[in-house]
């Protein structure tokens, strides 16, 4: 199984990009497809999930109303769209995948599968 992520880049504050991670080996169309980020420093933090198949998504508090995470099955690739970014948006992003789907999305343990990660970076 892999998760290659890409999308990352250069933003201004206040712009838009939207990251893709397309996964290979698996179908993960019933359990949950995730992100993550670090920042320099800091610990890798939830960023959101989606469970396709209960159409389910779930997001941080600090990027609610900001990010959209959406899914097409058919290409097994997870989307995060990122709107309005701020300067506390950069970070290295990650997707990650459940093996089986669960309520317990936060956490770095409840995922199996990872991605390289990709880096965000917004200037002010």
């Known amino acids: 199984v892999q998760l290659q992520a890409s999308g990352g880049g250069l933003v201004q504050a206040g712009g838009s990009l939207r990251l893709s991670c397309a996964a290979s080996g698996r179908s993960f169309s019933s359990t949950v497809m995730g992100w993550f980020r670090q920042a320099p420093g800091k610990e890798r933090e939830f960023v959101a999930a989606d469970w396709w198949s209960r159409s389910s998504t779930y997001y941080a508090d600090s990027v609610k109303g900001r990010f959209t995470i959406s899914r097409d099955n058919a290409k097994n690739t997870v989307y995060l769209q990122m709107n309005s970014l701020k300067p506390e948006d950069t970070a290295v992003y990650y997707c990650?995948?459940?093996?089986?789907?669960?309520?317990?999305?936060?956490?770095?343990?409840?995922?199996?599968?990872w991605g390289q990660g990709t880096q965000v970076t917004v200037s002010s």
């Open positions: 990650a995948a459940q093996a089986r789907g669960s309520y317990s999305y936060t956490s770095i343990g409840d995922y199996d599968f």
